[in-house]
Nanobody
Framework: QVQLMESGGDMVQAGGSLRLSCAAS????????MGWYRQAPGKQRELVAT???????NYADSVKGRFTIARDNTKNTVYLQMNSLKPEDTAVYYC???????????????WGQGTQVTVSS
């Protein structure tokens, strides 16, 4: 009923930049928080950044000052601008969204399929 489509993952050198996008589509009544998470090989998925429908943001300490999250509510899209990338940022990045589906009274967390970000030293 709800799909999240990520794009923008790539391979870059350390110090470079990338911009990830995630568009939500389907039977969407409203979207509360949207966010980015990442999972490196052999590690658990971790929060990178979140943004509420009102625009309040939250960042992991490891990305503060380098990454910026933003959303366009008219397009149900969330972005992650990543600057000064480091090899330790290498991971699969997942988009998540807390969505109230049309006709339902509850909010469900949906995930995208993930996009690979690789940062070489």
């Amino acid at each position: 009923q709800v799909q999240l489509m990520e794009s923008g993952g790539d391979m870059v050198q350390a110090g470079g930049s990338l911009r990830l996008s995630c568009a939500a589509s389907g039977s969407i009544f409203s979207i509360n928080a949207m966010g980015w998470y990442r999972q490196a090989p052999g590690k658990q998925r971790e929060l990178v950044a979140t943004v509420t429908s009102a625009g309040s943001t939250n960042y992991a300490d490891s990305v503060k000052g380098r990454f910026t999250i933003a959303r366009d509510n008219t397009k149900n899209t969330v972005y992650l601008q990543m600057n000064s990338l480091k090899p330790e940022d290498t991971a699969v990045y997942y988009c998540g969204a807390a969505v109230m589906v049309t006709g339902r009274g509850t909010t469900t967390l949906y995930w995208g399929q993930g996009t690979q970000v690789t940062v070489s030293s």
